[in-house]
Nanobody
Framework: QVQLVESGGGLVQSGGSLRLSCAAS????????MAWFRQIAGKEREFVAS????????YYADPVKGRFTISRDNDKNTQYLQMNSLKPEDTAVYYC????????????????WGQGAPVTVSS
């Protein structure tokens, strides 16, 4: 069964850090470009960061540049999102996504999605 499973979400104070993980099963992660998106209830899913198949290229949304770092370990079939200097406006459900040839910032072009990891940043 092909699936992506996020972990590491939770409640953190403003200025704190969290690390999200996305474990893939039933697929070979190196066949996919990976990304993180986030969504607040009632709003569109928002691009956060993406990483290429080898991990050499990364892209970030402007609001998270310099604070978030996306990475992947193809040997462990896992990708990560290190989130530092968190702000209340980072509060959302964070989704892991995988695509064989996605447009990095376009959620419709990703093939596989995790169930979401809630992140709450208190002020």
């Amino acid at each position: 069964q092909v699936q992506l499973v996020e972990s590491g979400g939770g409640l953190v104070q403003s200025g704190g850090s969290l690390r999200l993980s996305c474990a893939a099963s039933g697929l070979t992660l190196s066949d996919y470009a990976m990304a993180w998106f986030r969504q607040i209830a009632g709003k569109e899913r928002e691009f956060v960061a993406s990483v290429s198949w080898t991990g050499r290229s990364t892209y970030y949304a402007d609001p998270v540049k310099g604070r978030f770092t996306i990475s992947r370990d193809n040997d462990k079939n896992t990708q990560y999102l290190q989130m530092n200097s968190l702000k209340p406006e980072d509060t959302a459900v964070y989704y892991c996504a995988a695509g064989t040839s996605p447009l990095p910032r376009t959620h419709q072009s990703y093939d596989l999605w995790g169930q979401g990891a809630p992140v709450t940043v208190s002020s």
